[in-house]
Protein backbone atom coordinates (compact mmCIF):
# COMPACT_ATOMS: atom_id res chain seq x y z
CA UNK A 1 0.00 0.00 0.00
CA UNK A 2 1.38 3.15 -0.84
CA UNK A 3 1.94 5.82 1.60
CA UNK A 4 -0.97 8.34 0.67
CA UNK A 5 -3.36 4.70 0.18
CA UNK A 6 -2.70 4.13 3.22
CA UNK A 7 -3.30 7.77 5.21
CA UNK A 8 -6.54 7.79 7.33
CA UNK A 9 -7.15 4.37 6.92
CA UNK A 10 -6.93 1.60 9.86
CA UNK A 11 -5.61 -1.91 8.89
CA UNK A 12 -6.73 -4.80 10.89
CA UNK A 13 -4.02 -5.90 13.18
CA UNK A 14 -2.12 -9.00 12.58
CA UNK A 15 -1.85 -11.06 15.81
CA UNK A 16 1.01 -13.22 16.09
CA UNK A 17 1.42 -14.23 19.01
CA UNK A 18 -1.64 -15.49 22.27
CA UNK A 19 -2.87 -13.14 24.16
CA UNK A 20 -2.92 -10.36 21.74
CA UNK A 21 0.88 -9.70 20.72
CA UNK A 22 0.85 -8.29 17.28
CA UNK A 23 3.41 -8.29 14.34
CA UNK A 24 5.79 -5.69 14.87
CA UNK A 25 5.29 -4.70 11.13
CA UNK A 26 2.67 -2.74 12.55
CA UNK A 27 5.21 -0.46 13.76
CA UNK A 28 7.12 0.34 10.11
CA UNK A 29 4.55 2.51 8.87
CA UNK A 30 2.76 5.40 10.90
CA UNK A 31 2.38 5.40 14.29
CA UNK A 32 -0.94 7.10 13.99
CA UNK A 33 -2.30 4.00 11.60
CA UNK A 34 -1.47 1.38 14.37
CA UNK A 35 -3.00 3.48 17.04
CA UNK A 36 -6.22 3.90 14.91
CA UNK A 37 -6.40 0.15 13.89
CA UNK A 38 -6.26 -0.54 17.87
CA UNK A 39 -8.32 1.82 18.64
CA UNK A 40 -11.05 0.71 16.36
CA UNK A 41 -10.67 -2.58 17.95
CA UNK A 42 -10.70 -1.70 21.44
CA UNK A 43 -12.07 1.97 22.48
CA UNK A 44 -10.31 2.99 25.70
CA UNK A 45 -12.34 4.68 27.89
CA UNK A 46 -16.04 5.64 26.23
CA UNK A 47 -15.66 8.82 27.19
CA UNK A 48 -15.56 11.48 24.42
CA UNK A 49 -13.03 14.85 25.23
CA UNK A 50 -14.02 18.01 26.87
CA UNK A 51 -13.74 21.41 24.84
CA UNK A 52 -10.77 22.67 25.92
CA UNK A 53 -9.80 26.30 27.34
CA UNK A 54 -6.53 28.21 28.17
CA UNK A 55 -4.21 26.56 30.90
CA UNK A 56 -2.98 29.30 33.80
CA UNK A 57 0.75 28.42 32.20
CA UNK A 58 -0.05 30.42 29.17
CA UNK A 59 -1.56 33.15 30.64
CA UNK A 60 1.57 34.18 32.77
CA UNK A 61 5.20 34.82 31.64
CA UNK A 62 7.85 31.67 32.80
CA UNK A 63 10.23 31.25 34.45
CA UNK A 64 14.37 32.51 33.85
CA UNK A 65 15.85 30.10 32.30
CA UNK A 66 18.60 28.47 34.59
CA UNK A 67 22.16 27.80 33.89
CA UNK A 68 22.16 24.48 35.03
CA UNK A 69 18.19 23.11 33.67
CA UNK A 70 16.60 19.93 36.45
CA UNK A 71 13.87 17.65 35.20
CA UNK A 72 10.35 19.22 35.75
CA UNK A 73 9.01 19.33 39.31
CA UNK A 74 6.15 17.00 38.14
CA UNK A 75 9.06 14.38 37.39
CA UNK A 76 10.21 14.42 40.95
CA UNK A 77 9.51 10.65 41.72
CA UNK A 78 12.02 9.91 38.57
CA UNK A 79 14.86 9.23 41.25
CA UNK A 80 17.65 7.01 42.13
CA UNK A 81 16.92 4.19 45.45
CA UNK A 82 19.56 4.39 47.82
CA UNK A 83 20.67 1.20 49.88
CA UNK A 84 22.51 3.41 52.39
CA UNK A 85 19.93 6.60 53.55
CA UNK A 86 21.39 6.70 57.19
CA UNK A 87 24.66 7.46 55.79
CA UNK A 88 26.66 4.10 57.36
CA UNK A 89 30.20 3.65 57.37
CA UNK A 90 29.85 0.88 54.67
CA UNK A 91 28.93 0.84 50.90
CA UNK A 92 26.27 2.82 49.27
CA UNK A 93 24.53 2.80 46.05
CA UNK A 94 21.68 3.86 43.93
CA UNK A 95 19.86 2.48 41.50
CA UNK A 96 18.63 3.33 37.99
CA UNK A 97 14.64 3.86 37.70
CA UNK A 98 14.19 2.03 34.55
CA UNK A 99 10.46 2.02 34.40
CA UNK A 100 10.39 5.73 34.45
CA UNK A 101 12.94 6.02 31.36
CA UNK A 102 12.80 5.53 27.84
CA UNK A 103 15.09 5.45 24.84
CA UNK A 104 17.89 4.06 25.77
CA UNK A 105 20.57 6.80 27.14
CA UNK A 106 20.32 7.12 30.81
CA UNK A 107 20.70 10.56 32.28
CA UNK A 108 23.83 11.41 34.14
CA UNK A 109 21.83 12.29 37.32
CA UNK A 110 19.89 8.53 37.06
CA UNK A 111 23.25 6.63 36.23
CA UNK A 112 23.26 3.44 38.57
CA UNK A 113 26.31 4.13 41.08
CA UNK A 114 27.66 1.54 44.05
CA UNK A 115 30.65 2.88 46.38
CA UNK A 116 31.97 0.93 48.81
CA UNK A 117 33.65 3.42 51.09
CA UNK A 118 32.26 6.81 49.38
CA UNK A 119 32.77 9.13 46.35
CA UNK A 120 36.10 10.49 46.97
CA UNK A 121 35.97 14.43 46.24
CA UNK A 122 38.83 14.72 43.48
CA UNK A 123 40.18 18.18 42.32
CA UNK A 124 41.35 16.87 38.76
CA UNK A 125 44.13 19.76 38.72
CA UNK A 126 45.83 17.75 41.23
CA UNK A 127 44.29 13.67 39.76
CA UNK A 128 47.28 11.83 37.94
CA UNK A 129 46.55 8.52 35.99
CA UNK A 130 50.55 6.09 36.28
CA UNK A 131 51.25 3.12 33.69
CA UNK A 132 53.91 1.34 35.13
CA UNK A 133 54.99 -2.26 36.18
CA UNK A 134 56.46 -4.34 32.72
CA UNK A 135 56.87 -1.83 30.47
CA UNK A 136 59.44 0.37 28.86
CA UNK A 137 58.73 3.44 30.59
CA UNK A 138 56.56 4.36 33.44
CA UNK A 139 54.28 7.26 32.36
CA UNK A 140 52.38 10.00 34.53
CA UNK A 141 48.83 11.22 32.83
CA UNK A 142 46.90 14.40 33.80
CA UNK A 143 43.15 14.83 32.64
CA UNK A 144 44.79 17.64 30.97
CA UNK A 145 46.81 15.80 28.71
CA UNK A 146 44.22 12.42 27.92
CA UNK A 147 41.81 15.21 27.12
CA UNK A 148 44.22 16.33 24.37
CA UNK A 149 44.25 13.00 22.58
CA UNK A 150 42.04 12.24 19.25
CA UNK A 151 38.87 10.67 21.86
CA UNK A 152 36.60 8.27 20.66
CA UNK A 153 32.91 8.10 21.31
CA UNK A 154 31.25 4.80 22.15
CA UNK A 155 27.83 3.48 23.77
CA UNK A 156 27.90 1.25 26.15
CA UNK A 157 26.08 -0.69 29.31
CA UNK A 158 27.61 -0.81 32.74
CA UNK A 159 26.13 -3.31 35.04
CA UNK A 160 26.75 -4.40 38.45
CA UNK A 161 27.62 -8.35 38.76
CA UNK A 162 25.31 -8.44 41.70
CA UNK A 163 22.28 -6.65 39.11
CA UNK A 164 19.14 -8.41 39.50
CA UNK A 165 20.47 -10.71 42.62
CA UNK A 166 16.62 -10.47 43.98
CA UNK A 167 15.54 -12.78 41.51
CA UNK A 168 18.05 -15.44 43.35
CA UNK A 169 15.39 -15.66 45.53
CA UNK A 170 13.12 -18.78 45.55
CA UNK A 171 10.06 -16.65 45.50
CA UNK A 172 9.27 -13.45 43.04
CA UNK A 173 10.17 -10.26 45.35
CA UNK A 174 7.40 -7.64 44.30
CA UNK A 175 9.48 -5.00 43.40
CA UNK A 176 10.08 -2.67 40.53
CA UNK A 177 12.32 -2.91 37.29
CA UNK A 178 14.16 -0.53 39.42
CA UNK A 179 14.66 -2.45 42.28
CA UNK A 180 15.29 -5.76 40.33
CA UNK A 181 17.69 -4.53 37.41
CA UNK A 182 18.85 -1.03 38.72
CA UNK A 183 22.43 -1.64 38.96
CA UNK A 184 22.85 -1.48 34.96
CA UNK A 185 22.87 1.83 32.90
CA UNK A 186 23.99 2.80 29.12
CA UNK A 187 25.68 5.68 28.18
CA UNK A 188 27.47 7.32 25.75
CA UNK A 189 31.35 7.40 26.83
CA UNK A 190 34.26 9.58 25.54
CA UNK A 191 37.98 8.65 25.74
CA UNK A 192 41.04 7.31 25.01
CA UNK A 193 41.51 3.74 23.99
CA UNK A 194 43.88 2.03 26.58
CA UNK A 195 46.32 0.32 23.72
CA UNK A 196 46.94 3.93 22.49
CA UNK A 197 48.09 4.39 25.98
CA UNK A 198 50.12 0.90 26.35
CA UNK A 199 51.55 1.34 23.54
CA UNK A 200 53.59 4.34 24.14
CA UNK A 201 54.76 3.23 27.80
CA UNK A 202 55.49 0.12 25.73
CA UNK A 203 54.34 -2.92 27.45
CA UNK A 204 56.66 -6.26 27.94
CA UNK A 205 54.61 -9.12 26.02
CA UNK A 206 55.15 -10.87 29.21
CA UNK A 207 52.79 -8.68 31.09
CA UNK A 208 48.86 -10.61 31.40
CA UNK A 209 47.34 -8.69 33.37
CA UNK A 210 46.62 -5.04 34.50
CA UNK A 211 46.59 -4.12 38.07
CA UNK A 212 43.69 -1.29 37.81
CA UNK A 213 43.62 1.11 41.16
CA UNK A 214 41.30 3.96 42.37
CA UNK A 215 41.81 6.93 43.97
CA UNK A 216 39.28 6.56 46.39
CA UNK A 217 39.74 6.20 49.97
CA UNK A 218 39.86 2.06 49.41
CA UNK A 219 42.44 2.23 46.53
CA UNK A 220 39.94 -0.29 45.04
CA UNK A 221 41.53 -2.41 43.04
CA UNK A 222 40.60 -5.10 40.08
CA UNK A 223 42.93 -7.28 37.70
CA UNK A 224 42.56 -6.33 33.71
CA UNK A 225 43.31 -9.08 31.24
CA UNK A 226 45.66 -7.16 28.43
CA UNK A 227 43.86 -9.16 25.90
CA UNK A 228 41.05 -7.09 27.07
CA UNK A 229 42.85 -3.60 27.03
CA UNK A 230 43.58 -3.99 23.48
CA UNK A 231 40.35 -5.18 22.62
CA UNK A 232 37.78 -2.53 23.48
CA UNK A 233 39.26 -0.92 26.46
CA UNK A 234 39.24 3.18 27.14
CA UNK A 235 40.14 5.35 29.74
CA UNK A 236 36.73 7.59 30.15
CA UNK A 237 37.10 11.23 30.23
CA UNK A 238 33.56 12.20 29.21
CA UNK A 239 30.35 10.46 30.37
CA UNK A 240 26.82 11.55 27.62
CA UNK A 241 28.77 14.22 26.59
CA UNK A 242 29.96 16.02 29.93
CA UNK A 243 33.07 15.31 32.51
CA UNK A 244 31.71 11.81 34.36
CA UNK A 245 29.70 12.56 37.71
CA UNK A 246 31.71 12.15 40.80
CA UNK A 247 29.36 8.72 41.57
CA UNK A 248 30.86 7.25 38.41
CA UNK A 249 34.61 7.94 38.80
CA UNK A 250 35.23 11.54 37.67
CA UNK A 251 37.88 12.76 36.73
CA UNK A 252 38.56 9.38 34.24
CA UNK A 253 37.64 5.79 34.48
CA UNK A 254 38.51 2.47 32.85
CA UNK A 255 35.44 1.78 30.96
CA UNK A 256 35.94 -2.54 29.61
CA UNK A 257 32.71 -2.72 27.72
CA UNK A 258 30.49 -5.75 28.77
CA UNK A 259 32.49 -6.79 31.59
CA UNK A 260 31.46 -6.88 35.05
CA UNK A 261 30.97 -3.24 36.70
CA UNK A 262 33.47 -3.65 39.30
CA UNK A 263 36.25 -4.04 36.84
CA UNK A 264 35.52 -0.52 34.90
CA UNK A 265 37.61 0.90 38.08
CA UNK A 266 36.47 4.51 38.92
CA UNK A 267 38.63 7.35 39.66
CA UNK A 268 41.29 5.56 37.84
CA UNK A 269 44.95 6.66 39.08
CA UNK A 270 47.27 3.49 38.40
CA UNK A 271 47.34 0.41 35.99
CA UNK A 272 50.29 -1.89 36.72
CA UNK A 273 51.38 -4.38 33.66
CA UNK A 274 52.11 -7.68 35.69
CA UNK A 275 52.53 -11.53 34.95
CA UNK A 276 49.69 -12.60 37.08
CA UNK A 277 46.49 -11.73 38.08
CA UNK A 278 46.06 -9.83 42.28
CA UNK A 279 43.62 -11.88 43.36
CA UNK A 280 42.19 -8.52 44.60
CA UNK A 281 39.70 -8.59 47.48
CA UNK A 282 36.67 -7.41 44.94
CA UNK A 283 37.98 -10.76 42.78
CA UNK A 284 38.88 -13.18 44.73
CA UNK A 285 35.59 -12.70 46.63
CA UNK A 286 32.90 -9.87 45.94
CA UNK A 287 32.73 -10.52 42.29
CA UNK A 288 33.05 -14.27 42.03
CA UNK A 289 29.72 -16.91 41.83
CA UNK A 290 29.34 -19.63 44.38
CA UNK A 291 27.58 -22.85 42.42
CA UNK A 292 25.71 -25.17 43.91
CA UNK A 293 27.71 -28.19 45.24
CA UNK A 294 30.37 -25.61 46.34
CA UNK A 295 32.99 -24.37 43.49
CA UNK A 296 33.26 -21.13 42.32
CA UNK A 297 33.49 -19.25 39.17
CA UNK A 298 36.36 -16.75 39.29
CA UNK A 299 37.35 -14.18 36.49
CA UNK A 300 33.67 -14.71 34.82
CA UNK A 301 34.08 -10.95 33.48
CA UNK A 302 31.70 -11.14 30.91
CA UNK A 303 28.34 -9.73 31.39
CA UNK A 304 26.02 -12.19 29.71
CA UNK A 305 22.64 -11.45 27.40
CA UNK A 306 20.18 -10.08 29.25
CA UNK A 307 16.46 -8.20 28.47
CA UNK A 308 13.54 -6.91 31.16
CA UNK A 309 10.21 -5.12 30.42
CA UNK A 310 10.30 -1.84 31.55
CA UNK A 311 6.66 -0.92 29.94
CA UNK A 312 4.41 -2.30 31.43
CA UNK A 313 6.24 -3.19 34.45
CA UNK A 314 5.19 -3.37 38.74
CA UNK A 315 4.31 -0.14 39.49
CA UNK A 316 1.90 0.85 36.13
CA UNK A 317 -1.05 -0.74 36.32
CA UNK A 318 -3.09 -0.81 33.49
CA UNK A 319 -6.10 1.63 33.23
CA UNK A 320 -7.63 0.75 30.50
CA UNK A 321 -7.81 -2.05 27.66
CA UNK A 322 -6.71 -1.61 24.37
CA UNK A 323 -3.40 -0.83 22.67
CA UNK A 324 -0.07 -0.64 24.74
CA UNK A 325 4.04 -0.83 23.36
CA UNK A 326 5.47 -3.79 25.50
CA UNK A 327 8.84 -1.73 25.96
CA UNK A 328 12.28 -2.70 27.63
CA UNK A 329 15.95 -2.91 27.20
CA UNK A 330 17.87 -6.01 26.15
CA UNK A 331 22.02 -5.97 26.22
CA UNK A 332 24.63 -8.14 26.03
CA UNK A 333 28.39 -8.18 27.04
CA UNK A 334 29.20 -10.49 24.10
CA UNK A 335 28.01 -8.22 21.06
CA UNK A 336 24.90 -6.49 19.74
CA UNK A 337 21.52 -7.94 20.56
CA UNK A 338 20.21 -9.71 17.22
CA UNK A 339 16.60 -10.71 18.69
CA UNK A 340 13.99 -10.39 21.67
CA UNK A 341 11.11 -12.35 21.79
CA UNK A 342 8.49 -11.58 23.86
CA UNK A 343 5.28 -13.65 25.21
CA UNK A 344 2.03 -11.70 26.73
CA UNK A 345 1.16 -15.46 27.87
CA UNK A 346 4.03 -17.05 30.30
CA UNK A 347 6.13 -18.16 27.12
CA UNK A 348 3.62 -20.73 25.68
CA UNK A 349 3.80 -18.73 22.46
CA UNK A 350 6.03 -15.47 21.73
CA UNK A 351 6.61 -13.05 19.12
CA UNK A 352 9.39 -11.33 17.37
CA UNK A 353 9.60 -7.82 18.95
CA UNK A 354 10.81 -4.49 16.67
CA UNK A 355 14.61 -3.37 17.95
CA UNK A 356 14.77 0.19 17.99
CA UNK A 357 18.14 1.00 15.90
CA UNK A 358 21.13 2.09 15.89
CA UNK A 359 22.02 -1.44 17.82
CA UNK A 360 24.92 -0.92 19.32
CA UNK A 361 28.21 -3.38 20.15
CA UNK A 362 27.67 -4.24 24.29
CA UNK A 363 24.88 -1.22 25.03
CA UNK A 364 21.01 -1.28 25.79
CA UNK A 365 18.97 -1.96 22.64
CA UNK A 366 15.03 -1.00 22.87
CA UNK A 367 12.63 -3.33 21.82
CA UNK A 368 9.08 -2.69 21.01
CA UNK A 369 6.28 -5.05 20.86
CA UNK A 370 2.76 -4.34 19.74
CA UNK A 371 -0.11 -5.10 21.98
CA UNK A 372 -3.84 -4.79 22.55
CA UNK A 373 -4.81 -5.97 26.11
CA UNK A 374 -8.22 -7.35 26.30
CA UNK A 375 -8.49 -7.32 29.84
CA UNK A 376 -7.70 -10.92 30.48
CA UNK A 377 -4.85 -12.07 32.44
CA UNK A 378 -1.52 -12.13 30.78
CA UNK A 379 1.68 -13.10 31.66
CA UNK A 380 4.82 -10.25 29.91
CA UNK A 381 8.14 -12.03 29.10
CA UNK A 382 10.71 -10.98 27.09
CA UNK A 383 14.12 -13.33 26.10
CA UNK A 384 16.78 -11.87 24.31
CA UNK A 385 19.24 -13.12 21.66
CA UNK A 386 23.12 -11.89 20.72
CA UNK A 387 24.45 -11.56 17.72
CA UNK A 388 27.40 -14.69 19.23
CA UNK A 389 24.27 -16.88 19.37
CA UNK A 390 23.48 -16.54 23.48
CA UNK A 391 20.16 -16.82 24.54
CA UNK A 392 18.99 -15.42 27.56
CA UNK A 393 18.04 -18.37 29.83
CA UNK A 394 14.49 -18.79 31.12
CA UNK A 395 13.98 -18.59 34.96
CA UNK A 396 14.15 -22.53 35.37
CA UNK A 397 16.67 -23.07 33.30
CA UNK A 398 18.71 -20.39 34.84
CA UNK A 399 18.28 -22.09 38.03
CA UNK A 400 18.76 -25.23 37.52
CA UNK A 401 22.79 -24.16 36.93
CA UNK A 402 23.31 -21.78 39.61
CA UNK A 403 21.05 -22.39 41.97
CA UNK A 404 18.66 -19.92 44.29
CA UNK A 405 18.14 -19.29 47.93
CA UNK A 406 16.20 -22.16 50.09
CA UNK A 407 14.10 -18.86 51.93
CA UNK A 408 12.77 -16.00 50.40
CA UNK A 409 15.04 -12.67 50.32
CA UNK A 410 13.31 -9.94 52.36
CA UNK A 411 15.37 -6.99 51.13
CA UNK A 412 16.06 -6.47 47.52
CA UNK A 413 19.26 -4.70 48.79
CA UNK A 414 21.37 -8.07 49.39
CA UNK A 415 23.34 -9.75 46.50
CA UNK A 416 22.68 -13.51 47.50
CA UNK A 417 24.92 -14.15 44.40
CA UNK A 418 26.35 -12.48 41.38
CA UNK A 419 25.57 -12.79 37.18
CA UNK A 420 21.97 -13.46 37.15
CA UNK A 421 20.52 -12.93 33.98
CA UNK A 422 17.41 -15.19 33.57
CA UNK A 423 13.99 -13.71 31.54
CA UNK A 424 11.77 -11.65 33.79
CA UNK A 425 7.94 -11.96 33.55
CA UNK A 426 5.40 -9.33 34.89
CA UNK A 427 1.58 -10.96 35.45
CA UNK A 428 -1.02 -8.70 34.54
CA UNK A 429 -4.50 -9.61 36.25
CA UNK A 430 -7.65 -9.02 35.04
CA UNK A 431 -7.95 -5.20 36.65
CA UNK A 432 -4.56 -3.95 35.22
CA UNK A 433 -2.76 -4.86 38.62
CA UNK A 434 1.05 -5.76 37.77
CA UNK A 435 3.22 -8.32 39.84
CA UNK A 436 6.43 -10.34 39.63
CA UNK A 437 5.88 -13.86 38.41
CA UNK A 438 8.41 -16.86 38.02
CA UNK A 439 7.08 -18.67 34.76
CA UNK B 1 68.28 -8.28 31.23
CA UNK B 2 64.90 -8.67 31.56
CA UNK B 3 63.78 -4.90 30.44
CA UNK B 4 65.62 -5.54 27.17
CA UNK B 5 64.35 -8.59 26.63
CA UNK B 6 60.97 -7.59 27.31
CA UNK B 7 61.21 -4.78 25.08
CA UNK B 8 62.92 -6.97 22.36
CA UNK B 9 59.72 -9.47 22.47
CA UNK B 10 57.19 -6.24 21.87
CA UNK B 11 58.94 -4.90 18.47
CA UNK B 12 58.88 -8.44 17.55
CA UNK B 13 55.35 -9.17 18.20
CA UNK B 14 54.27 -6.10 16.99
CA UNK B 15 55.72 -5.33 14.27
CA UNK B 16 57.03 -2.21 12.32
CA UNK B 17 53.43 -1.12 11.61
CA UNK B 18 53.13 -0.78 15.47
CA UNK B 19 56.95 0.74 15.94
CA UNK B 20 55.61 3.86 12.97
CA UNK B 21 51.93 4.02 14.84
CA UNK B 22 54.15 4.61 18.11
CA UNK B 23 55.68 7.45 16.73
CA UNK B 24 52.65 9.06 15.54
CA UNK B 25 51.22 8.80 18.78
CA UNK B 26 50.75 11.89 21.26
CA UNK B 27 52.71 10.74 23.70
CA UNK B 28 51.92 13.37 26.19
CA UNK B 29 52.71 11.06 29.07
CA UNK B 30 55.68 12.39 31.50
CA UNK B 31 58.48 9.98 32.15
CA UNK B 32 57.89 9.18 35.80
CA UNK B 33 60.29 6.66 37.77
CA UNK B 34 59.15 4.03 39.54
CA UNK B 35 60.98 4.93 42.85
CA UNK B 36 58.88 8.21 42.61
CA UNK B 37 55.73 6.23 42.44
CA UNK B 38 56.56 3.82 45.15
CA UNK B 39 54.45 4.98 48.06
CA UNK B 40 51.17 4.33 45.57
CA UNK B 41 52.55 0.78 44.61
CA UNK B 42 50.64 -1.33 46.96
CA UNK B 43 48.96 -4.22 45.28
CA UNK B 44 50.59 -7.38 46.46
CA UNK B 45 50.61 -10.78 44.30
CA UNK B 46 49.07 -13.97 45.25
CA UNK B 47 52.95 -15.15 45.04
CA UNK B 48 53.81 -12.51 47.73
CA UNK B 49 56.14 -10.36 44.86
CA UNK B 50 55.49 -6.67 46.49
CA UNK B 51 55.19 -7.29 49.87
CA UNK B 52 57.20 -5.05 51.85
CA UNK B 53 59.51 -5.67 54.46
CA UNK B 54 58.49 -6.36 57.84
CA UNK B 55 56.89 -8.59 60.14
CA UNK B 56 54.14 -9.35 62.84
CA UNK B 57 52.81 -12.03 64.88
CA UNK B 58 48.63 -12.87 66.07
CA UNK B 59 49.89 -11.58 69.45
CA UNK B 60 51.34 -8.54 68.37
CA UNK B 61 47.96 -7.95 65.99
CA UNK B 62 45.41 -9.06 69.05
CA UNK B 63 45.78 -5.55 70.51
CA UNK B 64 46.15 -3.81 67.35
CA UNK B 65 42.68 -5.52 66.36
CA UNK B 66 41.05 -3.92 70.15
CA UNK B 67 42.10 -0.42 69.03
CA UNK B 68 41.60 -0.42 65.23
CA UNK B 69 39.36 -3.23 63.98
CA UNK B 70 36.88 -4.52 67.22
CA UNK B 71 34.66 -1.06 66.71
CA UNK B 72 33.39 -2.42 64.01
CA UNK B 73 33.70 -5.94 63.17
CA UNK B 74 33.19 -6.70 66.84
CA UNK B 75 35.19 -8.84 69.56
CA UNK B 76 37.53 -11.33 67.90
CA UNK B 77 36.53 -11.03 64.31
CA UNK B 78 32.54 -12.09 64.94
CA UNK B 79 31.16 -9.27 62.62
CA UNK B 80 28.00 -7.92 63.22
CA UNK B 81 29.42 -5.13 65.38
CA UNK B 82 28.60 -2.26 62.45
CA UNK B 83 26.56 -2.95 59.67
CA UNK B 84 28.45 -4.07 56.46
CA UNK B 85 31.57 -5.14 58.73
CA UNK B 86 31.21 -8.83 57.89
CA UNK B 87 33.01 -11.87 60.12
CA UNK B 88 36.40 -11.91 59.39
CA UNK B 89 36.11 -15.60 61.86
CA UNK B 90 34.57 -18.51 60.70
CA UNK B 91 32.45 -18.96 57.98
CA UNK B 92 30.18 -22.19 57.25
CA UNK B 93 30.47 -24.87 54.52
CA UNK B 94 30.43 -23.41 50.55
CA UNK B 95 28.30 -26.65 50.49
CA UNK B 96 25.36 -24.98 52.40
CA UNK B 97 23.79 -22.95 49.43
CA UNK B 98 24.70 -20.63 46.79
CA UNK B 99 23.81 -17.72 49.20
CA UNK B 100 26.31 -19.18 52.03
CA UNK B 101 28.52 -15.68 53.60
CA UNK B 102 31.77 -16.00 51.94
CA UNK B 103 34.90 -15.56 54.54
CA UNK B 104 38.60 -15.93 54.88
CA UNK B 105 38.64 -19.28 56.31
CA UNK B 106 35.41 -20.64 53.79
CA UNK B 107 36.51 -19.17 51.07
CA UNK B 108 39.86 -16.58 50.12
CA UNK B 109 42.19 -18.67 47.85
CA UNK B 110 45.30 -16.71 49.19
CA UNK B 111 46.16 -15.19 52.73
CA UNK B 112 48.31 -12.06 50.23
CA UNK B 113 44.57 -10.77 50.01
CA UNK B 114 43.99 -10.26 53.70
CA UNK B 115 47.15 -8.77 54.29
CA UNK B 116 46.67 -6.38 50.65
CA UNK B 117 42.99 -5.49 51.69
CA UNK B 118 43.74 -4.33 55.16
CA UNK B 119 47.06 -2.13 54.25
CA UNK B 120 45.47 -0.57 50.79
CA UNK B 121 41.78 0.17 52.49
CA UNK B 122 41.29 -0.39 56.28
CA UNK B 123 40.53 1.16 58.89
CA UNK B 124 37.77 2.52 56.60
CA UNK B 125 38.08 6.09 58.15
CA UNK B 126 41.37 6.00 57.49
CA UNK B 127 43.02 4.02 55.00
CA UNK B 128 46.82 3.83 54.67
CA UNK B 129 47.18 5.01 57.92
CA UNK B 130 48.86 1.33 59.33
CA UNK B 131 52.41 0.27 59.44
CA UNK B 132 53.39 -2.57 57.66
CA UNK B 133 54.57 -4.04 61.02
CA UNK B 134 51.10 -3.88 62.13
CA UNK B 135 49.12 -4.49 58.97
CA UNK B 136 51.20 -8.03 59.19
CA UNK B 137 50.16 -8.33 63.04
CA UNK B 138 46.63 -7.64 61.80
CA UNK B 139 46.74 -10.60 59.02
CA UNK B 140 48.79 -12.58 61.31
CA UNK B 141 46.06 -12.32 64.23
CA UNK B 142 42.92 -12.77 61.59
CA UNK B 143 44.89 -16.00 59.99
CA UNK B 144 45.48 -17.61 63.56
CA UNK B 145 41.96 -17.06 64.94
CA UNK B 146 40.77 -18.65 61.83
CA UNK B 147 43.14 -21.55 62.95
CA UNK B 148 45.22 -21.50 59.18
CA UNK B 149 48.53 -20.60 60.71
CA UNK B 150 49.72 -21.55 64.56
CA UNK B 151 49.40 -19.08 67.71
CA UNK B 152 53.27 -17.82 67.27
CA UNK B 153 53.93 -17.86 63.55
CA UNK B 154 55.37 -14.95 62.69
CA UNK B 155 54.31 -13.25 59.25
CA UNK B 156 56.31 -12.07 56.64
CA UNK B 157 57.17 -11.60 53.56
CA UNK B 158 58.42 -15.07 53.10
CA UNK B 159 56.06 -17.27 55.15
CA UNK B 160 52.33 -15.38 54.26
CA UNK B 161 52.39 -16.55 50.79
CA UNK B 162 53.11 -19.92 52.14
CA UNK B 163 49.95 -20.10 54.09
CA UNK B 164 47.48 -22.89 52.34
CA UNK B 165 44.35 -21.60 52.04
CA UNK B 166 41.44 -24.64 52.28
CA UNK B 167 39.68 -23.18 49.58
CA UNK B 168 42.06 -22.43 47.17
CA UNK B 169 41.63 -25.39 44.48
CA UNK B 170 37.85 -24.85 44.17
CA UNK B 171 37.55 -22.37 41.33
CA UNK B 172 36.86 -22.62 38.37
CA UNK B 173 37.54 -20.68 34.61
CA UNK B 174 34.55 -19.86 32.98
CA UNK B 175 36.15 -17.98 30.47
CA UNK B 176 39.51 -19.29 29.69
CA UNK B 177 39.91 -17.88 26.49
CA UNK B 178 38.94 -14.18 27.58
CA UNK B 179 42.40 -14.47 29.91
Request: net charge neutral; proline share 8%.
Amino acid sequence: MTDLARRGRAPTPEFIAGNGLINRRALLGSGLAVAGALATGATATGAAAEPLKEDPWGLEFGQITPALQTPSPFEKAVVRTLSNPEGELRNSHARTPHHLLNGTVTPNSLHFSINHCGIPNIDPAQHKLVIHGMVRQPLEFTLDTLSRYPLVTRMHFLECAGNSAPMFSNEPMQITAQALHGLASNSEWTGVPLSVLLDEAGIDARAKWLIAEGADAQHLDRSIPVKKAYDDALVVVYQNGERLMPGNGYPMRLLVPGYQGNMNVKFLRRLKAVDQPAMSMFETKTYSQLLPGGKTWRFHFLMEVKSFITHPSLGHNLKDRGFYAISGVAYSGAGRISKVMVSADGGKSWGEAALQGPVHDKAFTRFIMPWRWDGQPAVLVSRAWDEAGNAQPMRAEFVAARGQTSKPLTSPLGFPNQHYNSTTSWAVDGKGEIKHVYV
Amino acid sequence: MSMFKGTAAVALALGLAAVAAQADSPNLGKPISESDLKTWDIAILPDGTNLPPGRGTPAEGAKLYEQQCQACHAEGGKGGGSPGAGPLVGGPPLTDGIDTVKTIQNYYAYATTVFDYIRRAMPFQAPRSLSDDEVYALTAYILAANKLIGESDVMDAKTLPQVKMPNRDNFILPYPDRI
